[in-house]
C-alpha cells in the first residue's frame, strides 16, 4: 500500500474489475489444462492480495472441472530477507498453518504481482516449512519485469513491463473494497 499519496500519480488504470474476473477465467482455464485437470491440486495464496485471488480461482476451477480445488493461506512475513525496507516492523509469530494439506501434492502458488522475486523466494521457504509438494508453479495477475533473483511464473495474467519509479497497485474487492489494477509513479 502507498503511504505518502503526495508522493505519487496514478498514470492509468491497467485493468477494470471485469478485466481481473476475464483474466482469472483464463487463468483457470490455463491452469487445469497445464495440470491434467484438478486431480492433486492445492491453490496457496501469498498474504495479502494473493489470498482473494486463490479463492477466486479455486471457485473458477470446481465451476469448470466440478470438483474442489483445496485452498491454503501463506503468511511470509518471518521469511523475508529484506525487514530492513519494510516500513513497519513484523509480527514475529510461529509458523500459520496453511489451511490445507500440501505434501506430494501440485500447487499452485498465487500472488497479485511478481517484481523482483524476493517474495516468491520468500514463500518457497515457507512452503517448504508445511510439508514437500510434488510440483510447484507460480500464478500472477501482473508481471512487471525487473527479477533480482530467477524466477519465472508459470501463469501470468499480464505482463506490464515498468520503470523503477512506476508501482503497480493491485486493489481486489475483498481488501480494498474496489476492484482494479492501477499504474502509479513516485514523483519525488
Do not use: W
Amino acid at each position: 500500500m502507498i503511504s505518502d499519496e503526495d508522493t505519487m500519480r496514478i498514470k492509468g488504470r491497467l485493468m477494470s474489475g471485469s478485466e481481473i474476473e476475464r483474466t482469472l477465467v483464463r487463468l483457470a482455464h490455463q491452469i487445469v489444462e497445464k495440470n491434467n485437470g484438478v486431480e492433486n491440486l492445492v491453490l496457496v495464496g501469498i498474504k495479502r492480495r494473493g489470498v482473494p485471488l486463490a479463492d477466486r480461482l479455486s471457485k473458477l476451477i470446481q465451476q469448470i472441472e466440478k470438483k474442489p480445488v483445496p485452498v491454503g493461506t501463506l503468511d511470509i512475513t518471518l521469511y523475508r530477507d529484506d525487514l530492513s525496507t519494510v516500513d513497519t516492523s513484523p509480527v514475529i509469530q510461529k509458523t500459520t498453518p496453511l489451511g490445507t494439506e500440501i505434501a506430494d501434492k501440485d500447487v499452485i502458488l498465487l500472488d497479485d504481482v511478481l517484481y523482483t522475486g524476493r517474495t516468491v523466494r520468500a514463500a518457497m521457504d515457507a512452503l517448504f516449512d508445511h510439508g514437500r509438494p510434488r510440483r510447484v508453479q507460480l500464478c500472477v495477475l501482473i508481471d512487471r519485469g525487473h527479477r533480482e533473483l530467477p524466477i519465472e511464473a508459470a501463469f501470468i495474467g499480464r505482463t506490464v513491463q515498468t520503470t523503477d519509479e512506476e508501482i503497480i497497485e493491485v486493489k481486489l474487492s475483498e481488501i480494498d473494497q474496489e476492484e482494479q489494477v492501477l499504474l502509479v509513479e513516485r514523483t519525488s
